[in-house]
């Protein structure tokens, strides 16, 4: 079986051009037929997967959350296999599936409007802040300092807003929505444990609903988020669904395996399909004895 790699020129850079070196060597050795490929943009990635989306083999994201993304929306519907190998500033899709023994786990696959989605779906103020993040880490700033300044950010820039949801047909109106999210996966961004509960291979997704939070409170907000305690210290409605839809009056930011999309309407299908995903234990282990 063939093994593709596609490189996100721009996840880690220094990192990632010492690995690639060593994923070349650990392929020699193994007699693995494989080719690397190195990419500056999602219209690569799709370009390039989609030559290969029809033929038994592993495509593999070497890259963050937004690589994988992209590669999994150029891939759904054919063939292959997703693979994983995490060199992004956020990889919470292999932070999900490395709790699981498998080494291939035939994935849940969420749709939100026209893009596929693996690991979670967010509006409110977990997106807001992750936008600011991807701005200013884009800028040069290192990812911890970069998450601490959108926090600061997201607290002075922070509205409630109106939104209508539906969810398996009941419909759930908030005049102050702060949070919504819609997970497959447990983890997102930065490690974060989202829903400690969720399981990417059931086709019911956990959907939290969220409703005013005092702008004084996001700090605590986030910070229980990332430990998975929300459900313990914030009133969140919490429930299992596969049609879910938002409505709202005024466009929302909108955190999709951590890339960034703006809309006031969102149709989600939380079993859209599914998906082989491959976790190269073996190549993983020889990268982190080197």
């Given at each position: 079986m063939r093994h593709i790699f596609i490189v996100n020129k721009h996840s880690n850079l220094n990192k990632t051009s010492k690995r690639i070196e060593e994923i070349k060597d650990i392929c020699s050795s193994l007699a693995v037929d494989y080719v690397i490929y190195f990419v500056d943009n999602q219209s690569e990635i799709a370009e390039i997967a989609g030559r290969f989306k029809y033929e038994e083999c592993t495509i593999y994201a070497v890259g963050g959350d937004g690589t994988v993304n992209h590669l999994l929306n150029a891939i759904m519907g054919g063939?292959?296999?997703?693979?994983?190998?995490?060199?992004?500033?956020?990889?919470?899709?292999?932070?999900?599936?490395?709790?699981?023994?498998?080494?291939?786990?035939?994935?849940?696959?969420?749709?939100?409007?026209?893009?596929?989605?693996?690991?979670?779906?967010?509006?409110?103020?977990?997106?807001?802040?992750?936008?600011?993040?991807?701005?200013?880490?884009?800028?040069?700033?290192?990812?911890?300092?970069?998450?601490?300044?959108?926090?600061?950010?997201?607290?002075?820039?922070?509205?409630?807003?109106?939104?209508?949801?539906?969810?398996?047909?009941?419909?759930?109106?908030?005049?102050?929505?702060?949070?919504?999210?819609?997970?497959?996966?447990?983890?997102?961004?930065?490690?974060?444990?989202?829903?400690p509960c969720a399981d990417i291979a059931s086709p019911n997704a956990i959907v939290y609903l969220g409703g005013k939070l005092s702008m004084f409170a996001i700090p605590d907000f986030l910070g229980n988020l990332a430990k998975g305690t929300l459900e313990q210290k914030y009133a969140l409605e919490k429930k299992n669904a596969k049609n879910i839809e938002i409505i709202a009056k005024n466009s929302l930011i909108a955190n999709i395996d951590g890339e960034i999309i703006e809309d006031t309407h969102f149709d989600i299908d939380a079993a859209a399909g599914k998906i082989k995903v491959v976790q190269p234990t073996q190549i993983l282990e020889l990268i982190r004895k080197k």
């Open positions: 063939k292959a296999s997703l693979g994983l190998i995490p060199f992004g500033s956020g990889n919470s899709l292999y932070q999900t599936l490395k709790e699981k023994e498998e080494s291939v786990i035939d994935c849940n696959v969420m749709k939100i409007n026209d893009r596929y989605c693996l690991n979670y779906f967010s509006v409110g103020v977990e997106a807001l802040v992750t936008k600011r993040f991807e701005q200013l880490k884009n800028l040069g700033f290192p990812a911890s300092y970069a998450y601490k300044l959108a926090i600061i950010h997201t607290i002075y820039k922070y509205n409630t807003t109106s939104v209508l949801i539906k969810a398996d047909g009941r419909n759930y109106y908030s005049s102050d929505m702060s949070f919504v999210a819609v997970c497959n996966g447990k983890y997102c961004g930065l490690d974060k444990k989202i829903a």
